[in-house]
């Protein structure tokens, strides 16, 4: 059985319920590289959430379970869009000179400005329906915040 990896953001209910989890890839995962999407259908189906992100370089790619089988067997990608990089706001401070996990930190501050704001008007076409209002109202009602402590990822 395969390991299951920790989540790089996830998005929680007050009750602990994982609403949202993201997988953040600093540069695009390409067509042939499934493996940051095999990883977090794995996530979602192993801690019982039932939509995921992918943030690669500039791209969010939306994976929802359907639930109509057992085991993450019905989790699918169900579309794309690109992520300008005029919407990720800068990274923490603390973050400068780790572009992976700064990459992560901004990532992190758009989703919490948008639960903020929850306003679309300067989003691209496509992201804006690959997000819509299901993922926003996920955003809103829960919290955003890191999956982990960012400094495991560098220490060795």
Do not use: H
Not at 105 to 115: A, D, F, G, N
């Amino acid at each position: 059985m395969m390991k299951t990896s920790q989540p790089d953001i996830i998005v929680t209910s007050q009750e602990g319920e994982y609403l949202i989890i993201v997988e953040v890839k600093l540069k695009d995962i390409g067509m042939g590289d499934r493996n940051a999407i095999e990883q977090l259908k794995r996530t979602m189906a192993s801690i019982g959430c039932s939509v995921g992100l992918v943030v690669a370089g500039d791209r969010v790619i939306l994976l929802r379970d359907s639930l109509e089988k057992y085991n993450g067997e019905s989790i699918d990608v169900v579309g794309e869009a690109k992520l300008p990089d005029y919407l990720l706001p800068p990274a923490d401070e603390q973050w400068k000179g780790n572009p992976a996990i700064e990459f992560e930190s901004r990532v992190q501050r758009w989703l919490e400005k948008l639960k903020l704001t929850a306003s679309m008007d300067n989003f691209p076409n496509d992201l804006r329906n690959l997000l819509g209002e299901s993922i926003i109202t996920l955003l809103q009602i829960g919290e955003v915040r890191a999956g982990g402590p960012r400094w495991s990822k560098v220490a060795k």
